[in-house]
Structure formats: structure tokens, C-alpha cells
């Protein structure tokens, strides 16, 4: 069969950047055009993102010669705003090229009142968006509308979601969309995991006709542990590991560019202040990174990593996923990784791209973690990956998921219960469970029933279930998601310059004099 023109053109694209097409791309490009959908598994670094990006624009390339109109082609969901912006950078560089008049466009937590305003008048050809957005637009009454044109939904880093309620919220908003587009198309994308079959099953679904691609690329890890120069008086636990600073600054020196991951944001916090403290003249080479400052600061982050102008960043999980930072060098992980996956995941930010070695170094900040570090060298060395668990049937994501379905134009009881146990974790989700979900958001169950503020949903003459009160619809698009945590309070400076954002609880302890440490200042 002779080549599509657009198929010349991807070959052409990487033929003039001196890149090798993988065998498990082009299988992609095969089972994606014909319209099918699958789970690629591949290595951090291996071209996955070209394999996925580049079979949607074939499959559109297909379906315009039907006469398809403009508007929504490609959804892609992605569990991280610092990998979202990523991503939309990464397609805007080949959509230029491959899709000429596509927007490429995301729609986060972090995106712009302006945009978002804009996105309302005429959604982008492609939409990068994570689950809490992709369930805030699924909210609204013309939602149906809006993605009438869906052709392909690829989910990113699924290995990360599936195991969490997150992963949940996204197999009922994919139950949604398949329900008003019998065709759609959805892959996902996946680098560390154990149970494969068990994850391409939970993202598709009913579609039984997926495929499982899987890139036998080799990788090399390399993994190795800063031993304490006196072994016998390092404490067994509970504490930093400060004791370990200056073998990680030494190891900072002798790399161009270092990722130091943390377990928490108090413990970057800290690690940043001791870094600062004990090589002052690396203010403005070294920087901090987590979820909790504001979107500029990590905006401003993400990009010098990307420039190699920055020595160190001091960080959380905000960047162990997917983000593509090829002057990274060397990765250090302060404290156990907590998995093996987790440390294959952080270890591949360094030597981000097809044959080169990713290195990550164990930094252990109690006599304890010695003992893991050794543990996770040898399960890796035996190619172990954890199994991702993935939550059976929860019941608060449901009842979220009701309203938000209910404000999305409505819902039939029973059309509802046969199109949520498509949902691979709702697949055995019995009328019993079904009619407490929904006694739970028409009157608040048995508890609440005489409290009018629980009655979220009613049923109208023909019995489709609505939001009665425009009050309750715009007090659950604020809280959709299920991320638990705490009310936050913004953190400014007199002079009005935005830090970030800090729990309330931790505020409402401090007393008037109290200093504390954030966006690496006192």
C-alpha cells in the first residue's frame, strides 16, 4: 500500500532531524490510522509522544476526506500542568509542519481567564487538559456540542493515573465520551509498570479490539548511592540527611545540570535553603520547584531547565513525569524513592532521549534507606516493576461524577448505570450500589434528607436528573477533582508579587512575629 502524503511528510520530518523511526512508532501509525485504539509501553526518553501525536494526525488525515468540519480532533490528557505546557510545546513544534492551521492549545488549572474566554467562543483542534479540567468541561450543558467532532483522546503517563481515584474520574469521563462517539479512538502511554494487560483493559474499557504496543527500545539505568563518610554514626531514622550535603554539592559540581528530588515540598524547601546557604554563589543557578508556587515561578523554572542556564533544581513530584529537559545531566533522589517504578520514572529526566544513559543517584538520610537503596539497585537490576492497583468501585468519585453529569445536560437513571459500568473499575457496580449513589445526590441518603442543601440533583417531568440551583452548580464546578486537600491561602508580597499558595491550617498556627520558609525565602 503506498504511502499517505502525510505519511511522506513524517518520514521526511525526522529524516531532517537525523532521528531513527522505531519499529513500535510505525506500528502505532498502522493501528492508529485504521481507527483502533491500544496501550503503547515504551521506555522515558523512547519517542513516545511522536508515536501517539503523529497515528492522531493519520487518523485524521483519514476521516477529513469524509468532510469532517473544524473544531475539537484530539484530546490529550495529561496528570501534570508542568507536563501539560510541555506537551503543547512539544506538539506545536511538529503541528507546525504536519497539521498547518491546527491550534494547539491547553486548558489547566494554570491557563488564563483571557484564553480560557476565548476557548469557550471555538474549542482548538487539539485540547491538552487534565482530568479536573477535562471533568469541568464536561459540566457544562453544551458539553455534548463541543466534543461532537472527538476523534482521538490519548492519555498520558496512564501508569501514573490508573492506580488513583484520579484514574477513576478519567475511565468515567472516557465512558462519557465513547457513549456520544462510538468511534472514538483513545491510547494511552505508559514507561513503568508491571501489570500491562491489566492496564490496557482499564483504559479502554468495552473496546475489546485494542492493542498492546509495546517499544523494545534498550535503556540503560544506571543507579547508584552517596555512602555517608562514617557509616557507624549515621542515625536510623527520622531524620533530613543534612549530614549529606556536601557529597551531593560535589555531585551538583561535577554535572552541567542536576534534578534533586525531594519526597515533600517542606523537605525542598529546606534542601534549597541549605544549598543556598552553603554555596551562596549559586544564587540564580540553583531554584526551586514545586506545585505549591506560583505559576510564573514554575513556569520560570521549567523553561531555564529546558535553556540548561540553571545548575540545580531542588523539586517534588511536579517534575518527575514526562517533562522533556535534555540538558539534565544527573538525578539525585534525597530519601527513598518510596518504588521501583517511581525511581525508573525520576531516573529517566536525565539522558532524556533514545540511546543515551539515564544515571540517578540515591541519596540516603538514614542508615534505613542505606538498606532500601540496595534493595531497589537489586530489583532493578532483575528488570521488577510494581503492579498499579487500581481502586474498585469507589463510591465518592461516582457521586461526584452524578452532578457533574447532571449539570452536563442531565441524565436517564438507568442509561447512566449501564454507561458507568463501562468503567472498568464500575464494571461489577450492582442497582443496589447504583440507587444508593443516587439517593446520596438527590436527597443526601438516609442522614441528610432533611437538609434541602444535599438535594444536588432532581428529576424533572421526564425524569432526567438535574442541578436545581445555580448556587449548588457553581459550588461544584470549585470543587471537582479528587485531589483531598486542604482550603489554601495565597501568599503575596506588600508589594502585590504573587509566591504561591499555603495551606490554612498551617497559616492559623502562626502567631504575629512567626517567620516561615517558602518559595525558598524566609
Request: hydrophobic share 45%.
Amino acid at each position: 500500500m503506498s504511502k499517505s502524503m502525510l505519511a511522506q511528510r513524517i518520514d521526511a520530518w525526522f529524516a531532517a532531524r537525523g532521528w531513527t523511526i522505531f519499529p513500535f512508532q510505525r506500528a502505532v501509525w498502522r493501528t492508529a490510522a485504521q481507527g483502533r485504539s491500544g496501550l503503547l509501553h515504551a521506555s522515558t526518553g523512547s519517542g513516545k509522544t511522536y508515536a501517539v501525536w503523529f497515528g492522531a494526525l493519520l487518523r485524521a488525515e483519514r476521516l477529513a476526506r469524509k468532510g469532517r468540519k473544524q473544531g475539537l480532533r484530539v484530546l490529550w490528557i495529561t496528570p501534570m500542568r508542568a507536563l501539560a505546557a510541555d506537551t503543547v510545546r512539544a506538539l506545536q513544534a511538529s503541528g507546525a509542519e504536519l497539521a498547518p492551521g491546527w491550534r494547539i492549545e491547553a486548558r489547566t488549572g494554570d491557563t488564563s481567564a483571557a484564553q480560557r474566554a476565548r476557548q469557550a467562543k471555538a474549542w482548538p483542534e487539539v485540547l491538552v487538559t487534565t482530568p479536573e479540567s477535562l471533568s469541568l468541561m464536561l459540566s457544562q450543558a453544551d458539553a455534548q456540542e463541543r466534543f461532537s467532532l472527538l476523534e482521538t483522546v490519548i492519555v498520558d503517563e496512564w501508569h501514573e493515573l490508573m492506580g488513583s481515584k484520579r484514574g477513576v474520574q478519567v475511565q468515567l469521563a472516557l465512558a462519557r465520551l465513547r457513549r456520544w462517539q462510538e468511534n472514538l479512538m483513545t491510547w494511552g502511554l505508559s514507561a513503568t509498570l508491571g501489570n500491562l494487560r491489566q492496564a490496557q483493559d482499564v483504559l479502554l474499557g468495552e473496546q475489546s479490539d485494542g492493542v498492546l504496543v509495546e517499544g523494545k527500545i534498550k535503556k540503560r539505568i544506571l543507579v547508584d548511592s552517596l555512602i555517608p563518610v562514617n557509616p557507624t554514626r549515621f542515625p536510623w531514622g527520622g531524620h533530613l540527611g543534612i549530614q549529606m550535603l556536601q557529597p551531593l554539592i560535589a555531585e551538583i559540581e561535577g554535572s552541567a545540570t542536576t534534578l534533586v528530588f525531594t519526597n515533600t515540598r517542606s523537605q525542598a524547601e529546606l534542601w534549597y535553603q541549605h544549598l543556598l546557604d552553603a554555596r551562596p554563589d549559586w544564587a540564580g543557578l540553583i531554584a526551586l520547584h514545586h506545585g505549591s508556587l506560583d505559576r510564573e515561578v514554575r513556569e520560570w523554572v521549567e523553561q531555564h531547565l529546558k535553556t540548561g542556564e540553571l545548575k540545580a533544581v531542588v523539586c517534588t513530584s511536579s517534575l518527575d513525569l514526562g517533562v522533556d529537559f535534555l540538558p539534565v545531566e544527573r538525578v539525585l533522589q534525597v530519601g527513598s524513592a518510596k518504588g521501583i517504578a517511581r525511581l525508573v520514572q525520576r531516573a529517566g529526566r536525565s539522558g532524556h532521549a533514545p540511546g543515551r544513559i539515564s544515571r540517578v543517584t540515591l541519596v540516603p538520610t538514614n542508615s534505613l534507606e542505606l538498606l532500601e537503596a540496595a534493595a531497589a539497585r537489586a530489583a532493578l537490576a532483575q528488570g521488577h516493576l510494581e503492579a498499579r492497583p487500581v481502586p474498585d468501585k469507589p463510591l465518592d468519585v461516582l457521586v461526584q461524577h452524578l452532578v457533574t453529569i447532571a449539570l452536563g445536560g442531565g441524565f436517564a437513571s438507568l442509561a447512566l448505570y449501564a454507561e458507568v459500568r463501562a468503567a472498568w473499575s464500575y464494571r461489577h457496580l450492582s442497582l443496589d450500589e447504583w440507587q444508593w449513589a443516587l439517593d446520596f445526590v438527590a436527597r443526601g441518603g438516609q442522614s441528610l434528607t432533611v437538609y434541602p442543601e444535599y438535594r444536588r440533583v432532581l428529576p424533572d417531568e421526564q425524569g432526567t436528573y438535574r442541578v436545581p440551583d445555580v448556587a449548588l452548580a457553581r459550588r461544584h464546578r470549585m470543587s471537582i477533582g479528587t485531589i483531598v486537600s486542604e482550603a489554601a491561602i495565597q501568599v503575596k508580597f506588600l508589594g502585590g508579587g504573587r509566591i504561591g499558595s499555603i495551606e490554612e491550617a498551617f497559616i492559623a498556627r502562626l502567631k504575629q512575629g512567626d517567620h516561615f520558609l517558602f518559595g525558598g525565602r524566609i
